[in-house]
């Protein structure tokens, strides 16, 4: 039924990044939109027909939630080097000895098209379960032209049959492969002459991202990337100094980025940047509890200068082997001092910007009619409980 008439929810609909309740409220959508939304007791309400009609019973409602940086195409795990880890060796140790990144690399070329699509759809469908609605998929495992191309294919064929937006990102510039020891600039020309190219011609991905570090690229090397990305249309996002201030941030915000992702060791400069260009801050808590960091991303700074934070998972198998967004939200909270109203806005509105999407994320008039129905009352219980939640229903929209 494309009507429906959902009455007597606690709708938080997140306007503007906020709780923004209502209480005892209603939605009415038509063509997957919404088209009022206000108290139960509205005489605006009254006679509509043939509606599909939800009595949400004074539950909580909220937006379907958005997962903004995922890597959730690859093959194989990395509990070995977990392992590792907690014996005393660093992330970046193992990366140098061809672990990390590469070792994923290898796994995923030599998985077939139909084994990366069981396993990446089971950590989508994980996802799912937990009211998320909109998933962007990077890839960054594939690393050579064939391989990045199959593996944005990959997860853009995992749209369909499933209630869920996926939007893709070619993360070309995540690692350099072994084949290319040595030669990392040259590396950087096939991204930036065959990889871009190719994938904005084929319209595989929306967006462009790198990793900008000491074990991946430098700022001079991303620098070229975007300007690639520019090139061809494609709008930019960073994996921005996650383990060392290469001023990554400030580089994002240069190029009018959509996000800047990780930002641990992000400078106040970098932050007044992205304050300038309104750059989404991405927060992945995962990965800084996985990699057992201690340098906190400079929350404060950010809220001070009205820099939008959102939540992912950064899903992948090396530093945030993860699939439930509902922690990460938790995480957020306990380990990064959010509020648990920013950690849901950071799972909602403002995930949805880091994606440069304004038609979800938020539930008002005109916005895609994406809900999710909470066993809960209060929207700090998303952020609350540790571990994953399951909505009693979602309605999403085909
Ligand atoms: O977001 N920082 C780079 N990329 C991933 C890690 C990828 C991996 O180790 O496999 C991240 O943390
Ligand atoms: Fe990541």
């Given at each position: 039924m494309d009507r429906i008439l959902l009455t007597h929810g606690r709708i938080a609909t997140m306007r503007g990044g906020r709780y923004d309740l209502i209480e005892d409220g209603a939605l009415y959508a038509e063509g997957g939109r919404i088209r009022w939304i206000g108290p139960t007791g509205s005489s605006e309400l009254s006679d509509r027909a043939e509606v599909e009609r939800i009595d949400a019973k004074g539950a909580l409602v909220t937006p379907l939630l958005v997962?903004?940086?995922?890597?959730?195409?690859?093959?194989?795990?990395r509990a070995r080097e977990y392992e590792m880890r907690l014996e005393g060796a660093s992330y970046e140790q193992i990366a140098k000895m061809g672990g990390g990144i590469a070792s994923t690399m290898r796994a995923t070329r030599d998985a077939s098209d139909w084994e990366l699509s069981a396993q990446t759809g089971k950590r989508l469908d994980a996802l799912v379960a937990e009211g998320v609605g909109t998933v962007e998929i990077k890839s960054g495992y594939g690393l050579d032209v064939e391989n990045e191309l199959r593996c944005l294919r990959i997860a853009r064929g995992l749209e369909r049959g499933r209630a869920v937006h996926v939007r893709t990102t070619l993360l070309g510039a995540h690692a350099l492969p072994p084949e290319f020891k040595g030669r990392a600039d040259d590396y950087v020309r096939v991204v930036c002459e065959e990889m871009i190219p190719a994938v904005a011609r084929e319209k595989l991905a929306d967006a462009v991202d790198a990793f900008c570090e000491g074990i991946a690229f430098t700022p001079e090397q991303v620098r070229r990337v975007f300007e690639a990305a520019r090139d061809n249309g494609l709008p930019v996002k960073l994996h921005a100094?996650?383990?060392?201030?290469?001023?990554g941030a400030a580089l994002a915000a240069e190029f009018g980025a959509l996000s800047a992702d990780h930002?641990?060791?992000?400078?106040g400069e970098g932050i007044a940047a992205m304050a300038k260009a309104g750059t989404v801050a991405v927060m992945l808590p995962g990965a800084f509890h996985f990699l057992r960091e201690t340098r906190l991303p400079p929350v404060e700074a950010l809220r001070k200068q009205g820099v939008r934070m959102a939540v992912a998972t950064d899903s992948n198998p090396g530093t945030s082997p993860t699939t439930s967004l509902t922690l990460m939200m938790h995480l957020a909270c306990?380990?990064?001092?959010?509020?648990p109203e920013e950690a849901l806005a950071g799972a909602t509105s403002h995930g949805a910007a880091a994606l440069g999407l304004?038609?979800?994320?938020e539930l008002d008039v005109g916005k895609r009619a994406e809900f999710a129905v909470w066993d809960a009352e209060e929207p700090a219980e998303l952020a609350y409980g540790i571990g994953p939640k399951r909505p009693i229903l979602t309605r999403y929209p085909q």
């Open positions: 997962d903004c940086h995922t890597h959730l195409v690859y093959a194989g795990n100094d996650q383990l060392s201030d290469l001023h930002l641990e060791y992000t400078n306990s380990l990064f001092g959010l509020t304004a038609d979800r994320g």
